[in-house]
């Protein structure tokens, strides 16, 4: 079956640590490619997208994300976190509809919570 | 910026209960969605919309129905409210394909 794998449920990190999640997803073909935050008790925000070209793609407040077609990955990363980057992390693909409409659903990975330990 | 209103953050009511939630965007988009969300299993398409009175079943859509009436609001149903529908259930919009999805606060449904 088609879907988007994220690696880590819960990861924990102190101040100024590097972060890396992981993301896989199974879709062969073109692919639209997100990755998504929840701050506690906040809607989900976008943090960056990868529609096509330079495959390193860097989003808002010091994320970037490197898409790697091989692999089918497309993972998340920040060189130094902070305890504001507490919060739930979805990757999410995009996958043509099962009608044929045009209309391309978003498919999410499980989440990754983030804790940061000040 | 783009504004998705979901009517109500928290909302409980009883098994069989018909429940009608609500959602309605401010940017004209084309396309509107309804998603749950469980911990451990993130977020779960139930039904979307590419158009007014068009709709299409997600992931998960048993159970549910919706209603786009209009461009800018498009309502989920449980017709007959059950205990494992108790959950997050997120709206959200986006202007066509290809663009990024803009999320409501959500509603936290319990079912009872």
């Known amino acids: 079956a088609q879907s988007v794998s994220q690696h880590n449920h819960h990861v924990i990190l102190s101040e100024a640590a590097s972060l890396e999640l992981g993301c896989n997803y199974s879709y062969g073909g073109t692919v639209n490619l997100f990755w998504y935050v929840q701050y506690p008790g906040q809607h989900l925000q976008l943090l960056l997208k990868?529609?096509?070209?330079?495959?390193l793609v860097k989003g808002i407040k010091g994320f970037e994300a490197e898409f790697i077609k091989s692999k089918f990955s497309f993972n998340l990363r920040k060189p130094s976190v902070q305890w504001s980057d507490t919060a739930e992390y979805f990757c999410?693909?995009?996958?043509?509809?099962?009608?044929?409409?045009?209309?391309?659903?978003?498919?999410f990975g499980k989440g990754t919570k983030l804790s940061v330990i000040p | 910026d783009v504004k998705v209103t979901q009517s109500s953050r928290y909302l409980v009511k009883r098994t069989g209960e018909k429940v009608f939630l609500e959602c309605v965007q401010d940017?004209?988009?084309?396309?509107m969605f309804w998603y749950r969300q469980d911990p451990g299993l993130g977020l779960r398409l139930i039904y979307f919309?590419?158009?007014?009175?068009?709709?299409e079943k997600g992931d998960i859509p048993e159970g549910y129905s919706v209603s786009r009436e209009k461009k800018e609001r498009f309502s989920l149903i449980l017709e007959s409210a059950s205990t494992n529908q108790t959950s997050m259930y997120l709206c959200?919009?986006?202007?066509?394909?290809?663009?990024?999805?803009?999320f409501g606060d959500g509603t936290r449904l319990s079912i009872l």
């Open positions: 959200a919009s986006r202007s066509r394909v290809n663009q990024p999805q803009h």
């Open positions: 940017m004209d988009h084309e396309n």
């Open positions: 999410a693909v995009t996958r043509p509809a099962h009608s044929g409409a045009g209309s391309y659903q978003l498919t």
């Open positions: 990868y529609f096509s070209g330079d495959p």
């Open positions: 919309s590419y158009d007014v009175k068009m709709k």
